[in-house]
């Protein structure tokens, strides 16, 4: 029976590939990831300046911008599933008790190990420079010039 | 410097601000001149020197952990040897094993002369070394490490194929067990819902061994699940009639070389041969697989990545002007591209305004290709065959034509669907390619059903007798490696 089906499924490239799709969705669902043309959405900018202080990390250039963009158009292809009364999956072990060990301290002390790994330290604290003050406005010449 | 206390100086040669070698010889130069003073009766210059030099490399090297994963101490306590740490993608993000910041890993199958008698070089040494291969990745080095004989087992990452990639590539074994069953306390989280430890080794008994001592529970993570675990010695199948093996056709890509595809089929008549029942089955969602795990892995590093700041551990830059400043410069020194690339997109998925249609939806759509697998097994399937990669090893100058994220894209095709529904697999040798590069076939299995996928795995392994690599040119006396006992034993059952 195998060798019947084998024949049919492994002789013709392009039979499994297309998958499932109850909606139409975007483009072809190859394996390279590439979106078509019509799927790349531009990121505003202010979207952009908001992600640098949400993650405290620079795009840096405007190629990274780009990739932004791709990665958005890529992700939007899951809008073409049908996900109606499916529940949100956060674990694979959803069915099973989490594990809580007793409230008991077994182990500890060890500020001298944790100290030893940072950069500047005073006595037993970690030295920090001063909070609260946000990162300048910049503008989106600015924005792209530091890398 | 010298009138400082211990505390002090200790401070003062983290911070960079005297190296190792310039105290010692400021407390030479002083030793010289109070010779007077006949404090000293020998003066170990040299040996001073020697241990300044090496104190110097201990600094350079940056953060040393101050306690060891759980997946190492249970080795260490087995009585392994650790030989050392393997290289890999930065953070393990990456299937090339090329964007680390120790640079890229190369393939030793580049080396072998399966490879090079295919391409018709010269022998190693008269060419130059500019069209080597990569490994896979992200756990390239450990692949590497253990293809070249240079330790018997490695321990890997596998989040979404990061293990059983480069196993492919390299033509080892590559083992993902099921999440909840090994430890992943010490493993730096990616992605907590599907990271693993992985198991690289030679032969599928080596893996078992190794999956043996690390599988159980342990209190510190509490992901593991409680139920108990038995080392055991795998069987040795010799009856497979009472197997039922799928082929899930939506694995059938366009993009899938014909050598992979060949192989593969070739796989799928070897067990019917020999009496298994062998069918098609179908995972309806997996061309949205690698988009689903796309979002979940680009959100939940997002927010992973949130502990590198420079403060506790790590790199930290010398910017004072404020928290903020100090965190963001310190995170773009700290990171590359690609893992500064995957914070933004995972923290866009997680705006307000995306969280529901973005991230929410892509747990929807996990949930669906979780359900895909479970009814796949409960229609009767005892393990799954597929492809692990597209195709056998590329050049690096050519897989570094494109973006990570496409090639991320292309490398797991086949691999982080697993990783979705938890499931165990691993990835077996079969056959050289044309060019004379390991191929490898993966097989999944049910949830905590290791032993079982792993016995397959063996019957497999000894029906195909997949080629030792050869190295001799580049190992030279070491060729009492490569006598065929050392082949045979590990087969004789």
């Known amino acids: 029976m195998w060798a019947r089906a084998a024949r049919r499924v492994l002789r013709a490239p392009g039979g499994g590939g297309r998958g499932f799709a109850s909606k139409a969705g975007g483009g072809g669902v190859s394996a390279g990831g590439e979106a078509a043309p019509q799927e790349r959405g531009r990121v505003p900018g202010d979207v952009i300046e908001h992600l640098e202080r949400l993650a405290l990390v620079d795009f840096g250039s405007r190629e990274a911008v780009a990739r932004l963009e791709k990665a958005v158009a890529f992700a939007d292809r899951l809008r073409a599933v049908d996900t109606d009364g499916v529940q949100p999956m956060e674990s694979v072990l959803e069915d099973r008790c989490l594990y809580l060990r007793p409230d008991n301290v077994v182990e500890g002390n060890c500020a001298e190990e944790l100290l030893q790994n940072a950069h500047r330290v005073m006595e037993e604290y970690f030295v920090a420079?001063?909070?609260?003050?946000?990162?300048?406005?910049?503008?989106?010449?600015?924005?792209?010039?530091?890398? | 410097?010298?009138?400082?206390?211990?505390?002090?100086?200790?401070?003062?040669?983290?911070?960079?601000?005297?190296?190792?070698?310039?105290?010692?010889?400021?407390?030479?130069?002083?030793?010289?001149?109070?010779?007077?003073?006949?404090?000293?009766?020998?003066?170990?210059?040299?040996?001073a020197l020697k241990q300044a030099e090496e104190s110097e490399e201990r600094y350079k090297k940056g953060y040393v952990p101050p306690y060891n994963a759980t997946v190492v101490q249970k080795l260490l306590d087995q009585g392994a040897l650790l030989m050392g740490k393997t290289n890999l993608d930065e953070f393990a993000m990456g299937s090339g094993s090329t964007d680390g910041v120790f640079g890229p890993v190369k393939n030793p199958w580049s080396y072998s002369k399966q490879y090079r008698e295919k391409k018709k070089q010269k022998p190693h040494g008269e060419n130059e070394d500019t069209n080597w291969l990569i490994t896979g990745g992200s756990s390239g080095g450990s692949a590497a490490a253990v293809s070249a004989f240079t330790c018997f087992a490695a321990l890997g990452s596998d989040t979404g194929g990061s293990t059983r990639n480069p196993a492919a590539l390299c033509g080892v074994v590559g083992l993902k067990p099921t999440y909840g069953l090994v430890s992943r306390h010490g493993l730096i989280p990616l992605v907590n819902s599907m990271d693993v430890p992985g198991i690289l080794t030679r032969c599928v008994d080596d893996a078992a061994t190794v999956l043996g001592v690390l599988a159980g529970h342990d209190c510190k993570d509490s992901t593991t699940v409680q139920d108990p675990v038995k080392s055991f010695i795998l069987p040795s199948l010799t009856d497979v009639s009472k197997l039922c093996i799928g082929i899930p056709k939506e694995y059938l890509v366009p993009e899938l070389s014909s050598e992979v595809q060949s192989l593969w089929s070739k796989a799928a008549k070897l067990f019917e041969s020999e009496g298994a029942k062998v069918i098609e089955v179908s995972l309806p969602h997996t061309s949205y697989s690698i988009v689903c795990y796309h979002v979940l892995c680009t959100s939940e590093v997002a927010s992973n990545m949130a502990r590198f700041d420079g403060l506790e551990y790590g790199h930290r830059c010398d910017i004072n002007v404020s928290t903020e400043a100090m965190y963001a410069a310190t995170r773009r020194e700290g990171f590359n591209d690609v893992v500064r690339g995957r914070i933004l997109s995972g923290n866009f998925f997680l705006l307000k305004e995306n969280y529901e249609n973005y991230f929410i939806k892509a747990q929807k759509v996990r949930r669906l290709i979780a359900n895909d697998f479970v009814n796949v097994f409960n229609s009767g399937v005892d393990v799954l065959l597929t492809p692990t990669t597209l195709s056998e090893a590329v050049p690096y100058v050519e897989f570094i034509k494109e973006d990570n994220r496409t090639r991320s894209a292309q490398g797991d095709i086949f691999t982080q669907a697993v990783n979705m529904a938890g499931l165990p697999a691993v990835s077996v040798p079969m056959a050289l390619s044309n060019q004379g590069l390991p191929i490898g076939l993966q097989f999944i299995g049910r949830a905590f059903c290791d032993q079982q996928l792993l016995t397959v795995a063996k019957w497999f392994e000894k029906q195909v007798q997949f080629p030792i690599i050869q190295l001799q040119e580049i190992m030279g006396d070491c060729s009492s490696v490569f006598e065929n006992d050392l082949a045979s034993v590990s087969l004789k059952q």
């Open chain 1, 129 to 147: 420079p001063p909070g609260n003050i946000t990162l300048p406005k910049l503008d989106e010449q600015e924005l792209f010039s530091k890398s």
């Open chain 2, 1 to 47: 410097m010298l009138g400082r206390t211990l505390r002090e100086v200790s401070v003062a040669l983290k911070q960079g601000q005297i190296t190792p070698t310039e105290l010692c010889q400021e407390c030479l130069s002083l030793i010289k001149k109070t010779k007077f003073l006949n404090a000293y009766i020998t003066v170990s210059e040299e040996v």
